[in-house]
């Protein structure tokens, strides 16, 4: 995990389930295999509705074309990741460049897989910024300040901390943690 | 300050005499579930970092139940099960039900009560959501993902944040025309679907108690679409006789000590529940079934870990007897003993197959089906704008196919009921 977190934000609303991170029929695509994980880079966040992806105005496409994202952090509303315990939602998010989301709220195997991943930083907010940035506009998170900024407004928001998890985030994710910590 | 059963668990996997909610304490786990879709990805996980010949920690604590992906032409789902099945060579792993041979179940959450891998006091982590189904047999149980499982195979623990405990008390008996699932769709609507995220949800009083083992299952499975991280439900002489016909592994009965402290506690008068739905697209918009009876439907689905289970189809085929559905109805039974239930269960005197199928319903072999959608070619899938009410769990856009489609979820009751009349209807019409 970086210390500071910066690029171009993707706003989204709530309740955002993996259904729609990543739709059920493309889980079957290998993660180990080079090639054939970039699929899940491909279709991150293509099974959320046209009018809802990249607010406000929607009607933006998460991937453009090939695999990546131009989209470094989403903003989420309530709810962040609900649904099935699939891995694949993280993942698919980390392969197509995304490195953190702030929501309000988390389902909490999301919240935890992105951790024990290493896959994206889960960030909480106390206040809903969803309806203050707009997908496109340029954010920066401050890890160790625990703040976001959106330079494209102006504007500097505080996060909750991290708290417990950072460490497992610091070390990269739970087997270097738990390596460090001498559990294996 | 005394403990609640989920904290009484934990804590005893922890090596510790208590713990507080909110904890993050390390814990050995008894049971490590996975099945076709997060099986690979696990197996890769626990490769990476465990190494290309590393042994997982104990073969026989391991159960793989490929139950997703197992009817279709794929072959990116096909090449999953090949991979289980060199694993399990590969590792000695026993508790195997391969797809194409005798020993196939179906769905997971189903088959490891069947099994009788779900026994008091346990702790079973599974790469599903619905794992939380498991915590109806009074063990602990969530969903993880695969480098979570990856981690359990490789050292046989893995980290919990305690969970506070919310208690769903119902008081009194249900009515007839009632089922669990109008219980569960009721608590949801009530509480969002974030309205547990992180904790503990434990269903008590009589109305829960007078429940079987399935219907308790029903209960706790939907206990993650509140956002719970387990479902609870202390054990009886129900859970004793269930488990000890299907296991003779040793098991520990831990109850709720007198003074344990709550999060929350809500009481419902069972009788006041209505036949109930959730509306598209979300397991917490709820309405009563009278609300929305004009709502017209041109497909039903009975199945899942939810609604395909053996009590879901004898009350479906109550009320199907000597009918004829108005829609394309299918029925999913979630595992080969439900399959074989089908034939050898009887309604008024005739089998449930016969009562399916003489009502013009399509059943199809067991599996997770159109549950969640799947390829092209999977039993039952949506693929269009269709209408469908459902005795499955989720109705997110597009969760059970198409994105153009809508779900209702509803009881099995009212699922048939509804089927028959080809619009939402409530059961009390058929049942009395
Ligand atoms: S039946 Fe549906 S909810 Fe249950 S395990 Fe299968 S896909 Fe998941």
Known sequence: MDDIIKGKAFVLGND??????????????????????????????????????????????????GWQSEYTIIIGGKNFGCGSSREHAPLALNIAGLKAVVAESYARIFFRNSVNGGYLVPFETPARLVEEIKTGDEVEIDVTASTLTN???????????????????????????AKAAGMM | ?????????????????????????????????????????????????????????????????????IFTKDKHANRNIDILRDFVKEQGIQNFYE???????????????????????????????HTCTSGAFGMFSTGIGNTDAGFIMGTGKTWVKVPATMRFVFDGELPPYLMAKDMILHVIGEIGVDGATYRTMEFA??????????ERMTLCNMAIEAGGKNGVIEPDATTEAFVKARSDKPYEIVRNDADAKYYAEYVFKTKDIQPTVAKPHSPDKRATVREVADVKVNRAYIGSCTGGKITDFIAAAKVLDGQSVAVKTFIVPATTEVAQGLKEQKVNGKSLQDIFVAAGCEVGPPSCAACLGGPEDTFGRLQADEVCISTTNRNFPARMGSKDSQVFLASPYTVAASALKGRITDPRDFVA
Not at chain 1, 41 to 64: C, M, N
Not at chain 2, 34 to 43: A, E, L, R, S
């Open chain 1, 16 to 65: 955002i389930d993996t259904d729609q991170i990543i739709p059920a029929h493309h889980l079957v695509y290998r993660t180990d295999d080079e090639e054939e994980r970039k699929n899940y880079g491909r279709y991150a966040l293509s099974g959320v509705p046209e009018a809802a992806s990249g607010l406000p105005h929607g009607h933006i496409p998460f991937v453009k074309d």
């Open chain 1, 151 to 177: 330079h494209t407004q102006g504007k500097t928001y505080a996060l909750n901390a991290l708290g417990d998890v950072e460490a497992i985030l610091r070390a990269g994710d739970v087997f270097a943690y």
């Open chain 2, 1 to 69: 300050m005394g403990m609640t059963i989920t904290e009484k668990i934990l804590a005893r996997h922890a090596g510790r005499d208590r713990v507080e909610p909110g904890e993050n304490i390390w814990v050995n786990v008894d049971t490590l579930m996975t099945h076709d879709v997060c099986g690979p990805g696990t197996i890769a996980v626990f490769k990476s970092h465990f190494g290309a010949a590393a042994k997982v920690w104990d073969a026989d604590k391991i159960v793989i139940i490929p139950d997703h992906y």
């Open chain 2, 99 to 129: 797809p194409g041979t005798p020993r196939y179940k179906g769905v997971c959450h189903v088959a490891l009560a069947e099994e009788g891998y779900n026994r008091p006091g346990l702790v079973l982590f599974g790469t599903d959501s």
């Open chain 2, 205 to 214: 009083g009589d109305g829960v108690f007078a429940l079987n083992m399935e």
